[in-house]
């Protein structure tokens, strides 16, 4: 019996154990679909679709790279399969914000972001949760769009081998006991019988990532050596060409190939149907949205009086089998989407531009009317910022007390008559072109992600201070504060079967005995917004109203996380014991 053969053996029982643990736990089952970081500028939506048998679990993922458009029109594809045997973690788009602006990174290359756990930009926050779902695979399927044409010897200059194109890589043929090269043949033979241009063929490829002398060290960096090395899983990238125009062929490559390495790795798949055409023109189909009342198209006008605040209301999202990524740009802050953010138009902009998974659907002008907002009479500026989506008006030398975790949006300084600089000291807003202007970006307040040397002392108990600066040139500098406490995680509130609400103490490292059965998490609290809280049950996420199951032989390991950042701050044990249901506190 060949490696490979008795490791999908060995992933297949290990898979079946498991799934006998989620049926044990009847609220843990089934297919189900979550978004992590709702509300901030890099939502994650991760759909995991669990077969009528059991098998492994193997995560695919497409979008990390936004101008790589196969691979998570691929992979949200993906997620209208039916799965017969096995399971499959699907995150379409892993990185939203390049998708939106059809590049390939923002701040940094997120697939260069696994070789160590980071703590500076979004990239690295999206990347703990996409580490905490490879933790519960068995093998991983990382799908790409590369440039021209990979082939293992020079030809041209769209066929050599530093273009990626048209393969499927591999970081070595052989892992331990994982035999990548075996599997990833198989598929070439299958697939590439069915590719008539020998041109377009697939071909294999090994980094040769764990070589020392390899000529692609920057793939110890990816999530597919990050896969292989510290989870022991097979791991490959399925790569199609940017060099192919047709993308509704490529798609199709894609998922086939897909199709069958899920095959191979114990997972049986039946694929949905689409048309090229469909593929081509799904992003133009149905997307409507509407700003202070009215529909953007192309030859609307947007009326906006200076200091009104943006009502931005999705009216259609799109095919709902595509599910692109909607984003509204202002044109004087490309990048920021107002879908995601506040935004009151304290200074003028020309246009707002409407995309669908980074292509325009529409653009519009703005008329402004009406007078700016007059300053306040003692000629103290006034900071006009968003907090967790709701206006906040600082004055000049005040402090603002947030916790961690928190979103603010620095908007601009009421009754302003001219373009601002703001500059909140030791966050970076743009990494390569860092003017000082901060106005507009998304800040997530985390004191270990801004520059150290400006953090101040606080007289607030356990906080942290930053200044935020003025400094618009020819106009004298003005200063606020913001306090950043840390958050504490008080209780949590669960509902029993008979719907009467549970006070929980929270405990870190803790563990609480609750009489055998199935209960409800209703919410968990702290000193700060519980919007700004996720929890998690076992290796799932947990929804407010969502229930799960206590019983003396599966204990439920519960972890509450910062919602912004996934951040762990500390989980309790919940077991079944004889506890009377009258001892536990009760909020009815």
């Known amino acids: 019996m060949s490696s490979l ?84 973690i699907i995150l379409p788009r892993a990185n939203v914000p390049s998708i939106n602006l059809r590049k390939r990174q923002i701040n940094v290359d997120m697939n260069r972001r696994f070789d160590q756990n ?73 697939l590439n019988g069915k590719i008539h241009s020998r041109d377009y063929q697939f071909k294999l490829f090994n980094t040769k990532t764990f070589d020392q002398g390899t000529d692609y060290p920057e793939m110890r960096k990816s999530l597919t050596c990050y896969a292989l ?24 490559q894609q998922l086939a190939a897909t199709i069958m390495l899920l095959q191979r790795l114990g997972v049986s798949v039946t694929p949905p149907e689409f048309t090229d055409e469909d593929v081509r023109l799904y992003a133009h189909r149905g997307v409507k949205v509407r700003v202070n009342g009215r529909l953007l198209t192309d030859s609307s006008i947007i009326n906006l009086a200076p200091g009104a605040t943006l009502a931005v209301e999705q009216v259609s999202t799109g095919p709902r089998e595509f599910a692109p990524e909607l984003a509204l740009f202002a044109s004087d802050r490309k990048g920021v989407n107002l879908i995601q953010a506040r935004r009151m138009a304290l200074t003028p902009f020309a246009e707002l531009e409407l995309r669908s998974d980074g292509k325009r659907v529409a653009k519009t002008g703005v008329h402004w009317t009406g007078a700016q907002p007059e300053s306040p009479g003692d000629g103290k500026p006034v900071f006009v910022c968003w907090l967790n989506g709701n206006p906040v008006f600082v004055r000049e ?15 601009g300084i009421w009754g302003s008559k001219g373009e601002e600089i703001v500059n909140f000291k030791g966050f970076v807003a743009i990494p390569w072109a860092n003017n000082g202007q901060d106005l507009g970006w998304e800040i997530i307040l985390d004191p270990g992600n801004f520059i150290s040397k400006y953090s101040l002392d606080s007289d607030r108990s356990g906080a942290t201070r930053f200044r935020v600066v003025r400094e618009t040139p020819g106009i004298p500098a003005a200063t606020f504060y913001v306090d950043i406490a840390p958050r504490t995680v008080h209780a949590l509130r669960l509902a029993d079967e008979r719907g009467q609400s549970l006070l929980i103490p929270w405990t870190s490292g803790g563990s609480y005995r609750l009489p055998k059965g199935r209960y409800v998490f209703e919410a968990a609290w702290s000193n700060g917004p519980a919007d700004k809280l996720v929890a998690t049950a076992g290796n799932m996420p947990l929804e407010a109203g969502q229930p799960f199951s206590v019983d003396f032989e599966a204990p439920l390991e519960l972890t509450v996380r910062q919602a912004t950042t996934f951040g762990e701050l500390g989980s309790m044990t919940f077991t079944a014991g004889s506890l009377a249901r009258a001892s536990v506190p009760s909020l009815n």
């Open 5 to 88: 053969r008795k490791h999908t053996l060995f992933i297949i029982f290990s898979a079946l154990s498991l799934s006998l643990l989620f049926c044990a736990s009847p609220a843990l089952a089934g297919s189900w679909e979550h978004s992590f970081f709702s509300g901030t500028q890099y939502p994650l939506k991760v759909v995991y679709l669990q077969g009528e048998l059991p098998g492994p679990t193997i995560m695919v993922q497409g979008g990390i790279q936004g101008d790589e458009t196969s691979g998570f029109i691929t992979a949200q594809l993906l997620t209208q399969a039916k799965v017969t045997r096995g399971n499959i």
């Open 118 to 190: 980071y703590n500076r930009f979004y990239e690295d926050r999206v990347a703990r949760v996409i580490r905490f779902l490879l933790a519960q695979s068995d093998a991983f399927i990382h799908l790409h769009e590369g440039s021209g044409f990979y082939n293992p010897t020079y030809v041209d200059n769209l066929r050599n081998p530093n273009r990626y194109g048209q393969s499927i890589i591999v970081d070595t043929l052989v892992f331990d006991k994982i035999d990548l090269a075996h599997t990833v043949n198989s598929v070439l033979n299958e």
């Open 229 to 252: 090395s510290e989870h022991g899983i097979p791991a490959m990238a399925v790569e199609v060409s940017k060099s192919i125009r047709q993308i509704g062929w490529k798609v199709h």
């Open 397 to 411: 030398g005040e402090v603002l007390n947030t916790v961690l975790g928190d979103q603010l949006i620095l908007e």
